[in-house]
């Protein structure tokens, strides 16, 4: 039997966008991209060539056409309101990259537009890892006990690339240096891993980079429940994704996307290592399946709207030096 192909517009080709478009095209079998949206044509032409895709100048043009069954947008953070709304209001399934808004109204307004059985799913992919999987089905299960308490790190030295005019510097782009391109996959598995987040108090400050971008930041959330989590996102160091869950029965780490460590009571240690995958396409994949009425979207509206509170709060509590309750 032949499976339908879910055919997709691109908005934002740029560094990220392009690896989404060459994530799945020619390699995946239920998913693919026709469209690019770019005012430039003259700038995406020749990739859009190579990767067969047609040019559109502006997304309300995708949207009135029946080519495309969904749009992914890879656009700068502060047009995601705008441009969800109008795919929601032409009924067209939307995924974002990750933050999927700015702020919790933002995310509030755009999600207003969306029909209950809309499809809107966001870039968290790491939701996707192997490794990751298996410690939500742990953790469902209970086999850690009672979660008390996680740690995270997810830091690098991404910001070396950034020029003082890259978008990603602009004021409001990138509130607390590292968090919307790093940092905020860690809030997101704290949420689908643990319990939403309830309070968060954060610093952030540049100590090293000459660009106009924190390069440190920390944050403590109060979790529902009870439980505390710690994240660190640094943006000039190491490459490091780490993640570790501390539980009455024991501990889990996440120790880099593929490994996975297990600690009983008596220190005993059990280290899963997993195969490689590309979890970028993945969730294309599972954006396809969610838009042919297969299984939902991997993230739900409710942690969309807490993990863009969360986002939020860091910024709001590392300038004003204070606790802030969502």
Not at 80 to 104: D, M, N, S
Not at 288 to 309: E, P
Request: net charge neutral.
């Amino acid at each position: 039997m032949t499976q339908t192909i879910t055919n997709l517009a691109i908005m934002g080709m740029g560094r990220w966008g392009m690896q989404l478009v060459e994530a799945v095209q020619g390699k995946s079998r239920s998913v693919r991209f026709a469209t690019v949206v770019s005012r430039n044509a003259d700038r995406v032409r020749a990739d859009a060539d190579r990767l067969g895709l047609d040019i559109c100048s502006d997304l309300n043009s995708v949207l009135a056409k029946g080519k495309v069954d969904g749009v992914v947008l890879a656009t700068p953070h502060s047009t995601h309101e705008e441009q969800i709304i109008a795919c929601a209001r032409a009924g067209k399934p939307v995924f974002v990259e990750k933050p999927f808004t700015l702020t919790k109204a933002s995310a509030e307004r755009a999600l207003a537009q969306a029909s209950a059985d809309l499809v809107v799913a966001v870039g968290h992919n790491r939701r996707f890892l192997p490794s990751v999987v298996d410690l939500k089905e742990m953790l469902d299960e209970g086999r850690l006990g009672r979660i008390l308490y996680v740690e995270s790190n997810f830091s690098g030295n991404v910001a070396s690339a950034y020029k003082g005019d890259h978008w990603r510097v602009r004021g409001g782009e990138s509130p607390a240096g590292g968090l919307a391109g790093a940092g905020i996959h860690m809030i997101d598995l704290i949420i689908h891993l643990c319990a939403p987040i309830q309070s968060v108090y954060a610093e952030s400050r540049r100590q090293f980079l000459d660009i106009q971008m924190d390069d440190t930041t920390y944050a403590t959330f109060k979790l529902e429940g009870g439980a505390g989590a710690f994240l660190t996102t640094l943006m000039a160091t190491a490459p490091t994704f780490r993640l570790q869950v501390f539980g009455t029965n024991g501990t889990a780490e996440l120790s880099g996307e593929n490994c996975l460590v297990l600690t009983d009571l008596s220190g005993k240690r059990e280290v899963r290592d997993y195969d490689p995958v590309d979890t970028r396409r993945i969730q294309l994949e599972a954006f396809g399946a969610a838009i042919r009425g297969g299984a939902g979207a991997a993230i739900s509206r409710d942690d969309i709207l807490n993990g863009v509170a969360a986002f939020e709060a860091v910024g709001l509590s590392a300038a004003r030096g204070e606790q802030v309750d969502i």
